[in-house]
């Protein structure tokens, strides 16, 4: 399979404890995305990078959360001291092309519960 | 910030109906992109849309991008069973890099 995988699919976490997820990206896709997506809502943007540049931060992103990508290949979502209101379906998406055709392709998004 | 309101919320149609929904927005954007998603997973991309006034298919889909560049929709023709799902809008401004989403059209297709 060639699309976007994330990693773990699904993460039940204790209030305050940190989680990681993992996205892999399209081979050669430069641009990674992070989404958050609650029930009965559409994702929303969280961040991007372009390689390994991290270009663009939303003011959803708390200072809690931190998102890498050290080589312009995979990337790691944490969010450290986990709170019930972070409970969501967390999505990446990667896209190549021109700016003009941008094209974002999703992964199957790792659902988080915080108990 | 942008939003989309995208419409209906919901559809409960009869097999074999052709559907209709449509996204607008008080912002001009350059991409408007029609995503399905189905429980558990994540948004598959179904059409992309680049140019106003670009009509796009992909099999029994079709999607507009408004000429004003403000709205689009999505149309299904002879729906069936496995339509079910919930399907989004979003848009890009050139450059932008992240997308808006609708808030999304559940889609109920009875045999």
């Known amino acids: 399979d060639t699309g976007v995988s994330q990693d773990p699919r699904h993460k039940i976490t204790k209030r305050g404890q940190n989680v990681t997820f993992r996205c892999d990206p399209i081979?050669?896709?430069?641009?990674l995305y992070w989404y958050r997506q609650t029930l009965g809502q559409g994702p929303e943007f969280l961040t991007y990078?372009?390689?390994?540049?991290?270009?663009?931060k939303s003011r959803l992103l708390s200072d809690r959360f931190s998102a890498e990508r050290p080589k312009g290949s995979f990337s790691t979502l944490e969010i450290q001291r986990t709170e019930q209101g972070d409970s969501a379906m967390y999505l990446c998406?990667?896209?190549?092309?021109?700016?003009?055709?941008?094209?974002?392709?999703f992964g199957p998004g790792t659902r988080l519960l915080v108990l | 910030g942008q939003q989309l309101n995208q419409s209906p919320q919901s559809m409960f149609i009869q097999e074999g109906e052709d559907v209709s929904m449509n996204c607008t927005s008080s912002?001009?954007?350059?991409?408007w992109l029609w995503y399905k998603q189905e429980p558990g997973e994540g948004p598959v991309l179904l059409i992309a849309l680049y140019k106003a006034g670009e009509l796009t298919s992909n099999g029994r889909l079709t999607a507009q991008f408004g000429i004003t560049r403000k709205d689009s929709f999505l149309n299904i023709s002879a729906s069936i069973p496995s339509d079910v799902g919930i399907y989004f809008c979003?848009?890009?401004?050139?450059?932008?890099?992240?997308?808006?989403f609708g808030d999304g059209t559940t889609l109920t297709v009875k045999p």
């Open positions: 998406a990667s896209s190549l092309g021109p700016p003009d055709q941008e094209t974002q392709y």
């Open positions: 979003a848009a890009l401004f050139l450059n932008a890099g992240k997308s808006t």
């Open positions: 912002s001009i954007f350059n991409t």
């Open positions: 081979s050669e896709h430069n641009r």
């Open positions: 990078f372009q390689n390994e540049a991290q270009l663009e």
